[in-house]
Each structure stands twice: as structure tokens, then as C-alpha cells.
């Protein structure tokens, strides 16, 4: 039977699972596959897992319950292995890199900051003013003329002026936190948000850095958006 794998731990984990179940139409109980000094923590699947919100949520709780004890490797969701010895083969593989891992992650976890314009009107309006060029363009085009270049140039403008000042706004706030962080990833961007940061923060960053976080999403909050996520398993910081 094929196997969905949740993490990776050392051997002496302590791996408390009970109550928890695995994913899938008819949920297994956890178990852990060994092989040397790692673990890797399963549960039996008789078909592929679809990204549903039971099993999302299964796979999310045994990452925080393990991440609660003691530092892991966290799979991302989907990850299947058709059966022990392919699991054990991949753990005696890499056994050095997975310890390194676990080494360098140990006392962590991971945040996310993401941030997007939630308030264009008031950007706009700003743009309006700190630009004359803006700013002529659009009386111009308030008063009636009827020149077609005109919304075409104002558009330009404007266009650039919010990639720039977007890009500048996340730049300070990657500079403004990531030397609370051991490490950090960022992702591209998705939907409204212009800053998709992940920080690998250790613990004992986490007030200083809860702290710097709070005061920046203060000190910006006209118009823009500012969303905190964690602590979490440190998804992005695995390889």
C-alpha cells in the first residue's frame, strides 16, 4: 500500500500523534517509518490524496503537533511514496543532508509577511499630488480635451509610479525584518499583494520580531494592507 509522508524527524522525536488521523476518504493511523537516525512520519493511502479542506487540514495539524515538540522537516501537502522501503531508501540517501536540515532549523519557525494595495483610490491620489506631470495631465484631461495621448500618457505615469513606490515599500520592509530572521525566502507575488516574504525566525527573535512587524504595519497602514502569518512549520526553508 502507498504511503503519504508528512515529515521528517530525528529518531528520538517523540512523535505524540495520538488523536490525529491521516488524510484521505478512509484516514490511517500516523505511523513513522525508521531508518537510522531519522523518521519519517506516514500514514497508509489507497489513492491519491486531492488537496480537500479535511485533508488540508489533517496534514496541518500533524506538521504544528510535531513542530511542537521538537524540529522537523516539513513535506509539502501531495507527497506519496508507494511503500516503506522507497521511504527508508530516501532517508539512508540523504541522511546527511536531512540532519543538516534539522540542524539548521532547530529553535525556528517560519512567518510570512504579505502585503498589497488595499486602498488604489488613496494611491491615486497621492501619486496625483507628489507628480506634476500627473497632475497637469489629469486637469487637462478634466477639463475637456480631448486628445487621445493624454489618458494613454497619464496611465503610463501612473502605472509607473505604483510599481515604484510598490517596490520600494517592500524593500524597506524585507531591509526592516529580515535581521530578525536566520533566514529568509521571497516568492513572487500573487493576486492584490506586491511583497510575499517568508523569515525563518528563531525563537528567541520571536518578541523582538512580533514587535518590529507591528509597528511597521502601524507606521503604513494608510491604504496598504499588511497580513502576518505564523508561527509555521518551516515550509519554505526545507532544502
Known sequence: MALYVYAITGKDHPRRLDGLTGVGPRPAPLRAVTEGPLCAVVSDVSQEVRPKR????????????????????????????????????????????????LERLDGCAEYHVRVSQADED?????????????????????????????????????????????????????????????????????????????????????????????GLAQQIQDGVDFRLTGPLPPYSFVQ
Do not use: C, W
Not at 55 to 63: F, R
Not at 168 to 184: D, E, I, K
Open 54 to 101: 479535511r485533508d488540508l487540514q489533517a496534514h496541518q495539524e500533524v506538521q504544528e503537533r510535531l513542530m511542537a515538540d521538537q524540529v522537523i522537516l516539513p513535506l509539502q501537502f501531495g507527497y506519496i511514496a508507494p511503500d516503506d522501503q522507497t521511504v527508508q531508501q530516501a532517508l539512508e540517501g540523504n541522511t546527511a543532508g536531512y540532519l543538516a536540515a
Open 122 to 214: 488613496e494611491l491615486l491620489r497621492r501619486i496625483l499630488e507628489d507628480s506634476p506631470v500627473a497632475k497637469e495631465l489629469n486637469e487637462r484631461i478634466r477639463a475637456g480635451e480631448q486628445d487621445p495621448q493624454l489618458p494613454l500618457a497619464l496611465g503610463e505615469i501612473i502605472a509607473r509610479e505604483v510599481q515604484d513606490r510598490q517596490d520600494s515599500l517592500a524593500a524597506g520592509l524585507v531591509r526592516a525584518l529580515t535581521p530578525y530572521a536566520r533566514q529568509h525566502a521571497t516568492h513572487p507575488p500573487s493576486g492584490p499583494d506586491f511583497l510575499n516574504l517568508s523569515l525563518l525566525v528563531p525563537h528567541e527573535r520571536k518578541d523582538d520580531f512580533l514587535a518590529a512587524q507591528s
